[in-house]
């Protein structure tokens, strides 16, 4: 009895390099998709920020991506030496506020929370991640 030719996979030496190559760039895709949203989010809370000088809605940043191990994240940060206040600003509910309001930071996000993974994942395969 002949043996069976061992089927050969014209191309799979090709393919496993182009799979690493994705694989090692995914992060960076993901740390630069992340970014941009949060980007969006840190525009939500800027108009929702509490505004007297403007130094705190100035003060809204994005930091990151940053990235430990598989955990990627990007912050949005309010404050700063100038700005010491943002915290107290944050917190207070009894505070009023002509313009503006508590939480500016955490309500935006916390509204965004079920839609970002989708966000984030929907830049990356449009190719801007």
């Known amino acids: 009895m ?16 182009d799979l690493k190559k994705l694989i090692d760039q995914l992060p960076d ?9 949060a980007q969006i989010e840190a525009t939500e809370c800027k108009k929702r920020t509490p505004v007297d000088t ?3 809605r100035a003060s809204i940043h994005v930091e990151g991506p940053f990235r430990k191990g598989r955990r990627i994240w990007a912050t949005v940060v309010a404050g700063g030496p100038t700005v010491q206040y943002a915290f107290i600003v944050h917190e207070d509910l009894d505070a009023f506020h002509s313009n503006g309001e508590a939480k500016y930071i955490e309500r ?22």
């Open 54 to 56: 403007g130094a705190l």
């Open 29 to 37: 895709r993901f740390g630069n998709a992340l970014y941009a949203e």
């Open 2 to 17: 002949a043996a069976k030719a061992v089927p050969r996979f014209v191309g799979a030496d090709a393919t496993m390099r």
């Open 108 to 129: 935006p996000l916390a509204e965004s929370a079920p839609f970002i993974s989708a966000r984030v994942a929907a830049r990356i395969d449009a190719g801007n991640g």
